[in-house]
């Protein structure tokens, strides 16, 4: 096991697992800082972070780091994350390498780590606007389908027709939509902790307008800050944003982390926050919402420890 981040790895397991892992066709490094691969720009550092260049040494990480116990996170853009200052002890396995499109009119083909963005305007500049749903969310294609992102009344999940994950212990499986089990901002890929390889997504006739989808962003939300997107799931029927606009808790800061007064289910950092500063404020915001309101909000971005 990955004893402490930023620490050369003394046992024989870990020696193997690193000599290993160093064969594979890829990129390995050690004690990488994981605040500069978030948009919220927190957190510590990873013992090891591994970006394949192919499916077969993403496989390979896999089946590794299950054989020698080693604890592993898939990561893609990193717009959805709290990493801990303590960082992740373990190994990070990057999509980043994991790239490929093909498109035709019928359907769009993607690997994992294609950024979402690029291929929304891919879609969009062939003459396909049914995607442009997606435009202005920041992630990789994987991530976006692991938390199944999206508007209010549209995910990626609707339009995903098939993909292709490998299992915890490194098997290969193609799913449908219906394994997935895509839910508001969840699925079956998270809680089984599935790696997406490629996934295949159909194109209709639909049309969303991408300019003013991306305009009301701008005006609704602090693009440019540091931040992970929202932080907290609507509750069924409610607003988390408005909840917290109406506890009075826009503009309230905890060091250098803020509740933006833009939009109020956005934290940024301000320059400098750390994760603790930003996990205080979510307490913050949570007791406050929960006492004006008795609703306790559940977190919509994923927080990495341990
Ligand atoms: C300014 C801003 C605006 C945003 N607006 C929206 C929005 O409108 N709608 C919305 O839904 N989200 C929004 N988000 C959140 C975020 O962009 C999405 O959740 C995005 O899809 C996450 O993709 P990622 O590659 O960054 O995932 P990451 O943050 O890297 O990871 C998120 C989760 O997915 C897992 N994961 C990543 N890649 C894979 C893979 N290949 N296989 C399996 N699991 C994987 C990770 O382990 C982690 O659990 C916003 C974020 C920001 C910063």
């Not at 895509?182 to 996934?199: D, N």
Request: charged content about 20%; proline content about 4%.
């Amino acid at each position: 096991m990955l004893s402490q981040a930023g620490t050369l790895l003394h046992s024989v397991t870990e020696r193997t697992f690193t000599d290993e892992l160093a064969t594979l066709p890829g990129k390995v490094r050690f004690d990488e800082s994981l605040a500069s691969r978030t948009t919220f720009g927190v957190g510590g550092r990873a013992a090891c972070l591994f970006s394949p260049e192919s499916p077969l040494a993403l496989k390979r990480a896999i089946e590794l780091a299950a054989a020698c116990g080693v604890p592993w996170l898939a990561l893609g853009a990193g717009s959805n994350l709290l990493v801990a200052d303590e960082g992740f002890s373990g190994l990070v396995l990057s999509t980043e390498r994991l790239r490929g499109v093909a498109l035709n009119e019928a359907s769009l083909r993607a690997f994992a780590g294609e950024p979402l963005p690029a291929l929304v305007n891919l879609a969009d500049l062939a003459g396909c606007q049914s995607l442009n749903f997606l435009a202005g969310i920041p992630g990789s294609f994987g991530g976006a389908i692991a938390m199944n992102a999206g508007i209010p009344g549209r995910a990626i999940g609707d339009v995903v027709e098939e993909l292709a994950v490998f299992l915890p212990d490194g098997t290969f499986e193609v799913l449908s939509p219906k394994d997935c089990q895509f839910a508001y901002r969840s699925s079956a890929i998270l809680e089984r902790k599935l790696t997406i390889i490629w996934a295949r997504l159909r194109l209709t006739d639909e049309s969303y307008d991408r300019e003013a989808l991306l305009a009301r962003r701008r005006a609704s939300q602090p693009v440019s800050a540091k931040s992970a997107g929202c932080v907290f799931r609507n509750p069924p029927f409610l607003s988390a944003g408005r909840l917290i606009d109406a506890a009075g808790l826009k503009g309230v800061r905890v060091g250098m982390a803020k509740v933006s007064e833009q939009h109020a289910n956005f934290i940024v950092n301000l320059g400098g926050a750390s994760s603790a500063e930003i996990r205080s404020l979510i307490d913050i915001v949570r007791r406050k919402v929960y006492k004006s309101f008795r609703v306790w909000l559940e977190l919509e971005i994923r927080v990495i420890e341990g």
